[in-house]
């Protein structure tokens, strides 16, 4: 009974009805058919008396309980499906266990006068099939059963418990092996001992039928055991590939809750974790920039702090006080996002770290946390892109850029850290930005940051004498981008 299913083994709504009516139907008239077939197997000259069971009235009686049956089963099947999805199993098997129960209600009182014999074959014929429907019917139905429980697995903790594997497999053991031979070595005892069938009675056809009943129920048992357990880790490993292309919002459907769901719900929580996990990498990459922090993982860069040789970038706008007096805050908005993202480009580009938003200005930092081959000639370049790049705004600034040893890595509190940069070299980059912003350039850099680049970026600045920068006793030699 696989049905049409889903990707993940879950049965289409449209299908769900008919899939499971029929795999409740059939576990059943299975399951009579082969009681049957082992009810007149040893009625004929093996049970003393027993051959009062082939009456006609018993034919007719046993084809009206299986037609009464079919009927309950599926009515049965159909209410399950309707009604709310909780204690599915349960009641499941107590529909499957109906007709059987009719059964004895019917042969027993019908055949009251034919002896205990065969009162006691009728009870044992009546237990035998009512094991084997409870058991066929949930094997038959495991794959529609996954549609009507998944929508009770959100709270997993009060999702319908299911068998589990060994559960299952004990199940299995039970109606191929279990009940056939218990049969067999039953009818041998009886025989050996002249109890309920005579000692020269032929018992080679009944044990036949046993074992031929064996041999069915264990090759349909088998695929079904062997489907309800495959179907589940086929889920998650298909699941497992689509996390492995990226689709971090792939999930597996619980619908039990057993060693499987355990294992479908394991996986929800791997991956939420993992989508967190990608939240606050993305998170951290919308500060330093999605290059460094790929670089950063793959080369395992320190974040945690030590001492750098890095190239500082101080870029402050200038007269943001009258822009926002002059322009609407909407207006004023869009002007600092355009500032910001052309920033954010151009040190990007350079693999670059921009280290902090202050209102109008920014830091931007080469060689940290990211260690780079030229983070000077990294970090001049930035400034005269952006140098051409900002005229173009409606608003004024000033770049410093300056190089040197510098403590980076986090500052702050166990509870609330941040990476940044700290030495000299940052303060002399904010010191020649606000130089720069007096300059015809707009944009300075020191000797030590100069001396540090390559030769080719040496040659696109010039020197413009030194300066006495605020809060430093001696001066600086400064230069700015030959025009």
């Known amino acids: 009974m696989a049905g049409t299913t889903s990707k993940h083994g879950l049965m289409r709504p449209s299908d769900l009805r008919v899939r499971y009516g029929a795999g409740l139907v059939f576990a059943y008239l299975l399951a009579a058919i082969e009681v049957v077939a082992v009810v007149v ?21 046993t084809v009206a309980i299986v037609i009464v049956g079919t009927v309950t089963v599926s009515v049965g099947a159909a209410a399950i499906v309707r009604g709310k999805p909780v204690n599915i199993t349960r009641r499941q098997s107590a529909i499957l266990l109906l007709p ?28 035998f ?12 139905t495991q794959r529609p059963l996954r549609t009507l429980m998944v929508t009770t697995a959100a709270d997993f903790e009060h999702a319908e418990r ?9 199940l299995m053991w039970t109606m191929c092996s279990a009940l056939p031979g218990a049969g067999i070595v039953l009818l041998v005892v009886l025989r050996a001992n002249g109890w309920i069938i005579q000692r020269d009675a032929p018992i080679e056809v009944p044990v036949m039928v046993l074992a031929l009943v064996a041999v069915v129920l264990g090759l349909r048992a088998l695929i079904l055991v062997s489907t309800s357990i495959s179907d589940p ?19 597996v459907d619980v619908y039990e809750r057993s060693e499987l769901g355990e294992l479908q719900i394991g996986f929800n929580r791997m991956v939420a974790g993992l989508r967190e996990r990608e939240k606050l990498r993305d998170l951290f990459g919308r500060h330093v920039g999605t290059e460094v922090v790929r670089r950063a993982v793959d080369e395992h860069e320190s974040l945690s702090g030590d001492e750098r040789d890095v190239a500082v970038l101080f870029i402050d706008l200038v007269g ?22 052309i920033v954010v480009g151009e040190v990007d580009e350079r693999n670059g770290l921009v280290n902090k938003f202050q209102g109008d200005a920014a830091l931007a930092v080469f060689g940290a946390p990211l260690t ?40 702050g509190a ?32 020191s000797e030590e940051a100069l001396a540090r680049a390559d030769p080719a970026e040496r040659r696109l600045w010039s020197s413009r004498g030194s300066e006495l920068l605020r809060g430093r006793a001696t001066r600086t030699q400064i230069s700015a981008p030959s025009t």
């Not at 005269?384 to 410093?400: M, N």
């Not at 609330?416 to 300059?439: F, I």
Request: net charge negative.
């Open 129 to 140: 099939g009512a094991s084997v429907t409870a058991c066929t019917g949930f094997l038959f």
């Open 320 to 341: 943001s006080t009258q822009l926002t007096a002059s322009r609407s805050p909407h207006e004023v908005a869009e002007v600092l996002n355009d500032f910001f993202r």
């Open 233 to 251: 880790l086929h889920g998650v490993v298909d699941a497992m590939a689509e996390v492995e292309r990226g689709h971090l919002n792939h999930k």
């Open 372 to 411: 780079i081959d030229d983070p000077a000639s990294a970090a001049l370049a930035t400034a005269r892109a952006l140098c051409d790049e900002l005229r173009r705004l409606p608003v004024d600034f000033g770049i410093g850029v300056s190089a040197g040893p510098v403590f980076a890595g986090n500052i």
């Open 100 to 127: 059987w129960a009719l059964a004895a209600a019917v042969l027993i009182p019908l055949n009251f006068d034919a002896g205990g014999r065969v009162a006691v074959l009728l009870i044992s014929a009546v237990l």
């Open 414 to 445: 166990e509870s609330r850290y941040e990476y940044t940069v700290v030495g000299d070299a940052v303060n002399e980059a904010a010191r020649l930005a606000d130089l720069a912003k007096d300059s015809d350039e707009r944009t300075l850099c």
């Open 162 to 170: 299911a068998p589990g594997v060994r559960a299952r497999l004990a």
């Open 41 to 61: 197997s040893v009625s004929g000259e093996t049970v003393i008396g027993a051959q009062a069971v082939l009456s006609v009235k018993n034919l007719v009686a």
